[in-house]
């Protein structure tokens, strides 16, 4: 039977998770550190990059070439200009301008030949002849001009005018021609190249640069990420934790309610056995109050542990039989009295705390005592709070040889503190001539529910 091998990572995604893995190890490692330890290490990156610029091979240079402007259109050859298609016409430039009886005529050619010698005009005798000027005297290195005149036109002032009109057409020209030259130099000296020296660790330090703000960037960014999953993290640790501790507590309220202590139930079917045969009258009151109490209290067991709490007035429906059975039991040794107003009959109070209450102060103060004594239960409202207090004239708190180990209280408090936080509180004290005072403080919350039967 063949087998289909699994399929492997490719190397790309290899790559990937490992690049992901270094970038949360990274960012992790930055936000361990303090930030005076980051600023240490940037500077001790921005000197070294700053070392490393000047050692080899970082060092090492290389030469660019920018080019810049449009190059000069090559002359063109010898060929091209015998062909006459781009070039000066061989020969020297220049102008012939000739004057006659039809007008003025000017032209160019190739090739000026020497001004000749204008004719002087005829002198007195006995006066030296004038000096001859040529058409060359103040010319300079550029076009000749050549100016004919018409016949019989060889005075002085005419000579004059043609040599001062002859001088500016030069310059004229010469200056134009300068104007091109440096127009022609000035568009090779544009295209010149220019030459730069680069060295090739001369990007570490905007890189490094940009390294260390990222890194600032990222300090702040995925420390309030961690921050945040830290907090969540601890919040589903703790709502956890409260709720198993909730699970314990309620576990044992429920034990306690889901079970009458056996001894109580043995001594009151004891009594009541007893009662039949000497005091019938007695035995139907304990009887009928036994049923109030389980009546009272087991059908609201699991009412109880769904809601976490019931009204003050389901607790003393619970109280008051419980009390009368012990009275029928303790006869003259135990009085008991409540003192609980109609109006808060309908406050939330957590199930089965007074009544345990009211267990310790009957089993460790009140019937240890060989006269007795009275326990009084009682509710007022207390700074906007609900006071539940019960108290005894017994024996005192731990003084009895039947003192508890004091789990009743601590599982109190412990079930309080899960219910109100520390919004509840339980205070123990000693009440004036011996006994116990207990009272129970929690928030007051009236509750719409109907009274029990």
């Not at 409202?381 to 005894?392: R, S, Y």
Request: net charge neutral.
């Amino acid at each position: 039977m063949n087998t289909t091998p699994a399929s492997q990572p490719s190397p790309w995604s290899r790559f990937a998770n490992t690049c992901v893995t270094g970038f949360h190890a990274y960012a992790q490692w930055l936000v361990s550190i303090s930030w005076k330890r980051f600023f240490v290490l940037a500077l001790a990156l921005i000197i070294s990059m700053a070392i490393l610029h000047d050692i080899p091979p970082f060092s090492f240079t290389y030469t660019e070439v920018i080019h810049s402007g449009t190059p000069p259109t090559p002359a063109p050859s010898g060929r091209e200009q015998s062909k006459g298609k781009v070039g000066k016409p061989t020969g020297k430039e220049g102008i012939d301008i000739s004057v006659d009886e039809k007008g003025v005529r000017i032209r160019t050619r190739p090739s000026i030949p020497p001004i000749p010698p204008i004719p002087a005009p005829p002198q007195p005798p006995g006066a030296s002849a004038p000096t001859e000027p040529t058409a060359h005297a103040d010319s300079k290195p550029g076009p000749e001009i050549n100016i004919k005149l018409p016949p019989g036109a060889n005075t002085e002032e005419v000579r004059q005018a043609i040599e001062e009109a002859r001088r500016e057409v030069q310059a004229a020209l010469e200056e134009l021609h300068q104007d091109a030259m440096d127009s022609a130099e000035e568009a090779a000296g544009a295209w010149r190249p220019r030459l730069r020296t680069h060295k090739i660790g001369d990007p570490l330090m905007p890189l490094t640069m940009w390294f260390i703000l990222l890194s600032i960037i990222l300090k702040i960014t995925y420390k309030g990420k961690v921050q945040a999953e830290a907090k969540a993290a601890q919040a589903t640790e703790v709502a956890e934790s409260e709720s198993l501790k909730r699970q314990v507590v309620e576990a044992r309220m429920a034990a306690m309610q889901a079970q009458v202590e056996p001894h109580f139930l043995f001594n009151t079917l004891a009594s009541i056995d007893h009662l039949i045969e000497t005091d019938p009258p007695r035995a139907s009151i304990m009887q009928k109050n036994l049923i109030a109490l389980l009546r009272a209290s087991m059908p609201t067991m699991r009412e109880a542990n769904a809601q976490g709490t019931r009204d003050l007035g389901r607790e003393l429906a619970v109280i008051r039989p419980y009390l009368e059975i012990l009275k029928v039991r303790m006869e003259e040794r135990l009085q008991t009295e409540v003192r609980v107003s109609d109006g808060l009959l309908s406050a939330e109070f957590p199930p089965m705390m007074l009544q345990s209450l009211v267990e310790n102060a009957i089993k460790h103060g009140l019937e240890p005592k060989a006269e007795g004594g009275s326990l009084t239960v009682s509710a007022e409202i207390v700074h906007g709070k609900l006071a539940v207090t019960v108290a005894d004239t017994g024996l005192g708190f731990g003084k009895a040889a039947t003192a508890g180990t004091g789990i009743g209280l601590s599982n109190i408090r412990e079930r309080l503190a899960l219910l109100y936080g520390n919004k509840a509180s339980v205070v123990v004290a000693e009440t004036p001539g011996g006994g116990t005072s207990v009272t129970i403080t929690v928030p007051y919350v009236a509750r719409a529910t109907d009274q029990p039967e």
